[in-house]
């Protein structure tokens, strides 16, 4: 059955949440497609997800890619693909449950049914909507926001938010070859540029959950990227044109 609509799940060692994510996607009552991205994971986590996709062949997809090549690489492979293959809205969202799959419809339905071109879900909308992060994580989130904010003039409350729906118009107009960053920054990059192009960007509240099986991805160099990046982001949009929403 086709869809216009593919969940893309980076995985790297997430053999602890792989099956369960992809079945709370596939239980909704919306019809999507996953697209994950495999980075060779040690751990079996590829293994889980072909055996699965005996079971939805087809509506579970899978690219292996030789090794952890960052965020950012994962997520621009999955947005090709999904132009290629021609979905209209395509989704960002991680393997942990710290982005909840009931939350899909609703970004699917600012985007589908209310007009925007991108669809965040914020945990900073309205108020802060986190539960079981570690107060260091929430205020090093919360101020790194309202430093992107304050630096670039992005209308959105959640900057660094990796919870997304993209009309397919948005990537194919930003130039994926030119976004540079890998890491928490190309979360940042991504929605600069959508704003840049002229997209309009919604913010849908949802709550951030920590994860509870696994191992976090996050560290300090991570941030560091972020930080710099944002005043290079901010420098190089005053030399350089960006293609415009048609």
């Known amino acids: ?15 602890e949440n792989i099956e369960n994510i992809i079945r709370a996607v596939f239980t909704l ?18 293994d889980i997800v072909r055996r699965m ?13 030789k090794g952890k090549l960052g965020l950012g690489t994962a997520y621009i492979a999955g947005f090709k693909w999904a132009i290629e293959h021609q979905y209209d809205y395509v989704f960002e969202m991680d393997a942990d449950f710290s982005h909840a799959p009931d939350d899909l419809p609703r970004l699917y339905d600012k985007c589908a049914n209310e ?11 309205s108020g802060v909507n986190v539960v079981n992060w570690p107060m260091g ?3 090093m989130s919360y101020f790194a926001s309202k430093y992107v904010r304050f630096v670039t003039g992005l209308p959105i409350h959640d900057t660094t938010a990796g919870f997304k729906c993209y009309r397919r118009q948005v990537l194919e107009t930003i130039e994926l070859e030119k976004i540079k960053f890998k890491g928490y920054a190309f979360q940042i990059e991504m ?15 949802v709550i951030f959950v920590n994860r509870e099986l696994g191992t976090s991805k996050m560290n ?20 350089r044109k960006y293609p415009q929403k048609k």
């Open 29 to 46: 009552e919306k019809y999507f497609h996953i697209l994950i991205i495999e980075d060779n994971s040690p751990d079996g986590t590829a």
């Open 115 to 125: 007009g925007y071109d991108v669809a965040i879900g914020s945990r900073y909308v």
């Open 137 to 139: 994580r929430v205020l």
């Open 1 to 15: 059955m086709k869809s216009d609509s593919i969940v893309i799940i980076p995985t790297y060692n997430e053999k």
């Open 191 to 205: 929605k600069f540029t959508a704003y840049q192009c002229g997209f309009q960007i919604a913010e849908v509240p």
């Open 53 to 65: 996709q005996q079971e939805f062949p087809d509506r579970l997809f899978m690219v292996e890619r």
């Open 220 to 239: 300090s160099s991570i941030f560091g990227e972020a930080f710099w990046g944002v005043m290079q982001l901010k420098w190089d949009s005053w030399f």
